[in-house]
């Protein structure tokens, strides 16, 4: 079982950058990922991280401005956000899962944060 909590989101201009973080707690040694979720929209995929082996992924729409990383000693993955976009708005989850591929399904995590919201005004 693990416990995720992420950072309290905000409210950016257009062009600016935030930093998320979530940190689990319980087991840990997951892969973990980022999901976000907009306005009558389906929760989508923003980037991952394996477990054991680091490999990272991320959707084609952030790649390049966004980057995910972990701090293995505190058991935090944090997803900095650069150049953000209004289409950036959402509420964004932290996920885990058990296996140690970073997919990019949502029904492939096993565990969830319970979201923050972020908001680029443009």
């Known amino acids: 079982q693990v416990q995720l909590v992420e950072s309290v989101g905000s409210t950016v201009q257009a062009g600016g950058s935030l930093t998320l973080s979530c940190e689990a707690s319980g087991r840990t040694r997951y892969t973990m990922g980022w999901f976000r979720q907009a306005p009558g929209k389906e929760r989508g995929f923003v980037a991952a991280?394996?477990?054991?082996?680091?490999?990272?992924n991320y959707a084609d729409s952030v790649d390049g401005r966004f980057t995910i990383s972990t701090d293995n000693t505190k058991n935090i993955v944090y997803l900095r956000m650069t150049k953000l976009k209004p289409e950036d708005t959402a509420v964004y989850f932290c996920a885990a899962r058990r296996g140690g591929v970073a997919t990019t399904f949502a029904n492939t995590y096993d565990y969830w944060g319970q979201g923050t919201q972020v908001t680029v005004s443009s």
């Open positions: 991280v394996s477990w054991p082996g680091g490999g990272i």
